[in-house]
């Protein structure tokens, strides 16, 4: 059974940063796309960044210049630096991972930007 395990969130001031992880654990033959998304309260879930196996990243547009994606394919980890946090950005935080094509999800991580 994979697993996923987040860690990072945590209140910060608007203008701040912080570094989300999530890791998987488990028998795996690979993993393919990973990727960060997010839900406030009242709204859908939705994605923030995607990256491929071979590093290619996508984002929301409310994030871009801000919020950067990376991956670690020999700890099976993604990461999600978030710099100039705002307020808006306030929400769980979720990753995903595509191992041996099935869909997995962390258990979520919470980010409150406020003052």
């Known amino acids: 059974q994979v697993q996923l395990v987040e860690s990072g969130g945590g209140l910060v001031q608007p203008g701040g940063s912080l570094r989300l992880s999530c890791a998987a654990s488990?028998?795996?033959?690979?993993?393919?796309?990973m990727g960060w998304y997010r839900q406030a309260p009242g709204n859908q879930r939705e994605l923030v960044a995607g990256?491929?196996?071979?590093?290619?990243?996508n984002y929301a547009d409310s994030v871009k210049g801000r919020f950067t994606i990376s991956r670690d394919n020999a700890k099976n980890t993604v990461y999600l630096q978030m710099n100039s946090l705002k307020p808006e950005d306030t929400a769980a935080y979720y990753c995903?991972?595509?191992?041996?094509?099935?869909?997995?999800w962390g258990q979520g991580t919470q980010v409150t930007v406020s003052s």
């Open positions: 488990g028998i795996m033959l690979g993993i393919n796309r």
């Open positions: 995903h991972m595509e191992v041996d094509w099935r869909n997995y």
């Open positions: 990256i491929t196996t071979y590093g290619i990243t």
